[in-house]
């Protein structure tokens, strides 16, 4: 058999049909491809530019078939067929499904694995139906490390399509230590890549928070990298054990060739791929308060604007610098509260979209899913399957008895964390946003009974009345 075109194959295709094809030899599609074959699968990849596919290739993987066309990766794949796509969300993942759609058959199954919005996955799944095919939206949290070595996974979409995947997607998942893979399935429709678009968007308030605790170190103690490091690495025990304390906990000791830090010589601008801005939209868009993660998100917006930030530094005033009157036990306390609000948030916009959209997910399921081989994955975890499983119809995360008393031993520290950063002049934008939240949860009469006479007063919305029924609606000739 030869390339289009023209050269030879540098190596053979397999004589035995292969399990799976993969389209897209991304860092995450390669990392895929080799968990695929070290699980013992017979794997046929591709990618648009062939001297990829080439590369990849060349140390002779077992496992591993090259194809060089959609119509060759369909000829020597098992039936039903099975395709996972590892490309560029968006327009990408389009034109590869219209070329897929050429070359499949009814019955055979088409996974996205990509970063894909919700809505484009709902619309595809109707897309595929209409073609014959199945098809599944797969959220996949790992990185490169967990692509390779087992990551996390999260597929919805046609339901059917689940039993001819599900061998296949368990075994390259991660397991914990029971042996229980990280991936199950999760709801029809978008559902698998909603619930990864909201894993990314609590990943964002858990990295903020992180970096927030860091600056009220550096800047605020004075403490020095070692000091940090040696901090950290304390925390990673106990409730904040988790992947990215460790992480923290490892950056903070390295040093380059020439002894520094490499931390200290990183640029302080970051940026955001999507993920976390439609966490944002869809909390909009479901009426959830997401406050403490749209502030994560908008964090990186504003470090993004580094020669402003260092302009202004120049002009705007700010309190003189003085160490912080707090001490490291207050810091561990204010994180793991804030960390607990940022789940309920997380989890509270799944539950609100799960009923808009009937897919009736089981939020302590999706924990468990998240356990190993993602980003976010942290002891912590299994409480919160234990709260869902405990009180299924549980309205709020907080509501649950750990993380009620959780809140209530460390809301004194986290109330003193807040008000030291403030008056010392340190940004504490999720800190501060998820004790806001906190307190206004807790709030059983907020000020919105003078916002609703402000809008009947200039715009005749009405509004209800404490004395009368839920549903009766008044109005006021103000002047």
Known sequence: MEYLDGKRKSQKMSTTPCNIGLVGLGVMGRSLALNMASKGFQVAVYNYIPEVTREFLSDGKPGLNGTYSYQELAQCLER??????????????????????????????????????????????????????????????????????????????????????????????????DGTPCCDWVGSGGAGHFVKMVHNGIEYGDIELICECYQLMRDGLGMTNAQMQEAFSRWNH?????????????????????????????????????????????????????????????????????????????????????????????????????????????????DSASKQYRWNLDL????????????????????IKDAYEKQPGLTN????????????????????????????????PSLSAGLNYYDGYRCARLPANLLQAQRDYFGAHTYERTDRPRGEFFHTEWL
């Open 397 to 428: 995360l907080m509501l649950s008895p750990w993380f009620r008393d959780t809140l209530a031993h460390g809301q004194a520290a986290w109330r003193r964390v807040v008000s030291e950063a403030v008056l010392h002049g340190i940004p504490v």
């Open 80 to 177: 039903p067929r099975k395709v996972f796509l590892m490309v560029t969300a968006g327009a990408a993942v389009d034109q590869v499904i219209a070329e897929l759609e050429k070359v499949l058959e009814s019955g055979d199954v088409i996974i996205d694995g990509g970063n894909s919005d919700f809505h484009d996955t709902d619309r595809r799944c109707m897309q595929a139906a209409s073609k014959g095919l199945l098809y599944i939206g797969t959220g996949v949290s790992g990185g490169e490390e967990g692509a390779l070595k087992g990551p996390s996974l999260m597929p919805g979409g046609c339901p059917e399509a689940w039993p001819l995947v599900k061998p296949l997607l368990q075994a390259i998942s991660a397991k914990v230590d």
């Open 238 to 350: 106990g409730d904040l054990d988790s992947y990215l304390i460790g992480i923290t906990a490892d950056i903070l000791g390295k040093k380059d060739t020439e002894g520094r830090y490499i931390l200290d010589t990183i640029l302080d601008t970051a940026g955001q791929k999507g993920t976390g801005k439609w966490t944002v939209q869809a909390a909009l868009d479901q009426g959830v308060p997401l406050s403490l993660i749209s502030e994560s998100v908008f964090a990186r917006c504003l470090s993004s604007r580094k020669e402003e930030r260092v302009s202004a530094s120049a002009l705007l005033d700010g309190p003189a610098k003085k160490i912080l009157n707090l001490d490291l036990e207050d810091l561990r306390k204010a994180l793991l509260a804030a960390k607990i609000v940022s789940y309920a948030q997380g989890f509270s916009l799944m």
């Open 364 to 383: 302590g399921a999706v924990s468990l899913l998240w356990r190993g081989g993602c980003i976010i994955r942290s002891v912590f975890l299994g409480r």
